[in-house]
């Protein structure tokens, strides 16, 4: 039994193995053959953030593989005082075939794991957003055909989706950069732990723009505030205003490059209305392969005996 706390609990072999899962799930969907490779697995989601995208993916994905899945809040499963951790975890586990928790704690991950007694699958913490990562760098190798040398350029907050893709990146052997103000890069522990895993990897944080931009591939950027940083709202949006992804920002890249945001996308902060709907976006792209990532995670998981 194995759980997806963060990327590190994968190898590079995992991650192409769940790529070509995803892969084949979705061209056989798209070719009308609905394999239903998870028929009367339950998957249960327990989710302390509002969600769209995770909760939906991964809804349609056990349902469209023949299982199902049942939907708690956190307050509703009891997680935050009505009963201990421990006892959730080995209750939930006992009924399920795999969890699924998005929480504000990295810790409340790692301790759920401890407990339970099928698979957890963290689809986001403040610190990590494996989930996200994984979709990412799937949907790249859709678009470009392969992962080679592309070029990924993340601007905004150091964030869960930020280190999520500089460990996958770093894993890959991917060049990935990012591009933020001075105070808000990829915390110092996530960055060690990478360079410790991946010595080699072409990691780079810078505040200029235009060295970041330079033969950029893709361009990523990301809400400024994520949920529960709302009362520094004001100060990031002053921070991160000369960083906003506009058409005149998006020209300092190469002329192929794409343009990806995770979503929820606050439209005329981070990013402009000009670049989400353009030529250069693949952001809906993204959005759908949530559900075939996590087809493909969820039938590796699964099916492999893992």
């Known amino acids: 039994?194995?759980?997806?706390?963060?990327?590190?609990?994968?190898?590079?072999?995992?991650?192409?193995?769940?790529?070509?899962?995803?892969?084949?799930?979705?061209?056989?969907?798209?070719?009308g053959d609905f394999v239903r490779s998870l028929?009367?697995?339950?998957?249960?989601?327990?989710?302390?953030?509002?969600?769209?995208?995770?909760?939906?993916?991964?809804?349609?994905?056990?349902?469209?593989l023949g299982g199902s899945a049942s939907f708690?809040?956190?307050?509703?499963?009891?997680?935050?005082?009505?009963e201990s951790l421990p006892d959730v975890a080995r209750v939930v586990s006992g009924y399920s075939d795999a969890i699924v928790l998005r929480t504000f704690s990295h810790?409340?991950?790692?301790?759920?794991?401890?407990?339970?007694?099928?698979?957890?699958?963290?689809?986001?913490?403040?610190?990590?957003?494996?989930?996200?990562a994984l979709t990412d760098l799937f949907t790249i190798r859709e678009?470009?055909?392969?992962?080679?040398?592309?070029?990924?350029?993340?601007?905004?907050?150091?964030?869960?989706v930020a280190a999520s893709l500089a460990i996958l990146c770093g894993m890959l052997e991917l060049?990935?950069?990012l591009c933020c103000p001075a105070g808000y890069e990829i915390p110092d522990a996530t960055v060690a732990s990478l360079l410790d895993r991946y010595p080699e990897s072409k990691l780079t944080q810078t505040n200029d723009l235009d060295a970041a931009l330079a033969d950029a591939d893709i361009i990523y950027t990301d809400v400024w505030a994520s949920m529960g940083q709302e009362d520094e709202a004001d100060e990031r949006?002053?921070?991160?205003?000369?960083?906003?992804?506009?058409?005149?920002?998006?020209?300092?890249?190469?002329?192929?490059?794409?343009?990806?945001?995770?979503?929820?996308?606050?439209?005329?902060?981070?990013?402009?209305?000009?670049?989400?709907?353009?030529?250069?976006?693949?952001?809906?792209?993204q959005a759908e392969n949530r559900m075939h990532l996590a087809k493909g995670l969820l039938a590796w998981l699964l099916k492999g005996e893992h």
């Open 175 to 177: 060049p990935f950069t």
């Open 72 to 82: 708690f809040t956190a307050k509703d499963a009891g997680l935050y005082g009505r």
């Open 237 to 285: 949006k002053a921070a991160f205003a000369p960083y906003q992804v506009n058409a005149q920002l998006l020209a300092k890249a190469k002329p192929s490059c794409r343009f990806m945001h995770d979503l929820p996308a606050r439209r005329g902060l981070e990013v402009t209305d000009e670049v989400m709907d353009g030529p250069h976006s693949i952001v809906f792209q």
């Open 107 to 132: 810790k409340t991950v790692e301790d759920f794991c401890q407990w339970s007694t099928c698979p957890v699958i963290n689809g986001l913490s403040d610190d990590f957003h494996p989930c996200q």
């Open 1 to 31: 039994m194995r759980h997806i706390t963060t990327l590190f609990d994968l190898t590079p072999a995992d991650v192409m193995d769940i790529f070509e899962t995803a892969e084949q799930l979705k061209e056989k969907h798209a070719a």
């Open 39 to 64: 028929e009367n697995r339950v998957l249960t989601l327990i989710f302390d953030k509002p969600s769209l995208r995770t909760r939906l993916s991964f809804e349609a994905a056990i349902g469209q």
């Open 143 to 160: 678009v470009f055909g392969a992962l080679t040398d592309e070029k990924l350029v993340f601007i905004g907050d150091g964030n869960n």
